[in-house]
């Protein structure tokens, strides 16, 4: 039973060019989440979706920023137009309906972005 | 004010000893809580869920104090591989989860 899967492990992008970061939930799981955690700080959430729908993307910043989660195939964060600030490591998680207020978070191993 | 406070450390502390982490949230509506562990640039992993009853598993404890709105994770006769940054976790509804920024540990020989 495969755990999340991101997808890359790394990425590198020059300034202005665009990063798409992907996540496969763990099967059964029908729910996605975004966190961001930039060098040495801790984790922010992004945006929360289920299949075709996003629930909640108050953390999303408003430019450049996108979340889809479409009915077939991984969760797509996409990032236009990145800059050096989007340098950080992007974490994927899954969960069932209630999943993390009942049960936690299972974590991808993450993406890490590195603009130069 | 951060709705999750902890303090960041680091707590540097030699095998065997005990340590305790706090955390206090400010959003008294607070449903949830949990303790995560997470390694040096590798993905947190849930420790365990915090009640109000408290809930042991081996040497870890965790305590929540409604009243006084914080958590808290006691760990007995530390371990090397117990070197990680902790972090805390509330939940006030059902989609959204706010993180601390984590409190470090390190476990001397």
């Known amino acids: 039973n495969a755990g999340v899967m991101q997808n890359p492990r790394h990425l590198v992008r020059r300034r202005g060019q665009e990063a798409r970061l992907r996540c496969s939930p763990m099967?059964?799981?029908?729910?996605v989440y975004w966190y961001r955690q930039l060098p040495e700080e801790g984790l922010k959430f992004m945006v929360y979706l289920q299949k075709e729908n996003i629930i909640d993307e108050s953390g999303m910043p408003k430019e450049r920023f996108s979340a889809e989660f479409p009915k077939e195939g991984p969760s797509i964060l996409r990032i236009q137009q990145v800059v050096r600030g989007d340098s950080a490591a992007y974490f994927c998680?899954?969960?069932?309906?209630?999943?993390?207020?009942?049960?936690?978070?299972?974590f991808g191993s993450g993406t890490r972005l590195t603009v130069v | 004010r951060k709705e999750v406070e902890q303090d960041p450390g680091p707590f540097n502390v030699p095998e065997g000893a005990t340590v305790a982490f706090n955390c206090t949230y400010s959003?008294?509506?607070?449903?949830?809580f949990f303790w995560y562990r997470q390694d040096c640039r590798k993905e947190p992993k849930l420790l365990m869920s915090?009640?109000?009853s408290g809930n042991e598993d081996g040497r870890f404890t965790a305590q929540l104090n409604r009243a006084s709105q914080y958590i808290s994770l006691l760990i007995r006769d530390s371990k090397l591989s117990d070197s990680a940054t902790y972090l805390c976790v509330v939940n006030t509804n059902a989609g959204k989860s706010t993180f601390g920024d984590g409190t470090t540990l390190t476990v001397k020989p």
């Open positions: 998680a899954s969960s069932p309906p209630d999943g993390p207020f009942n049960y936690g978070y299972t």
């Open positions: 099967k059964g799981h029908s729910h």
């Open positions: 915090v009640y109000s």
């Open positions: 959003n008294s509506a607070s449903q949830s």
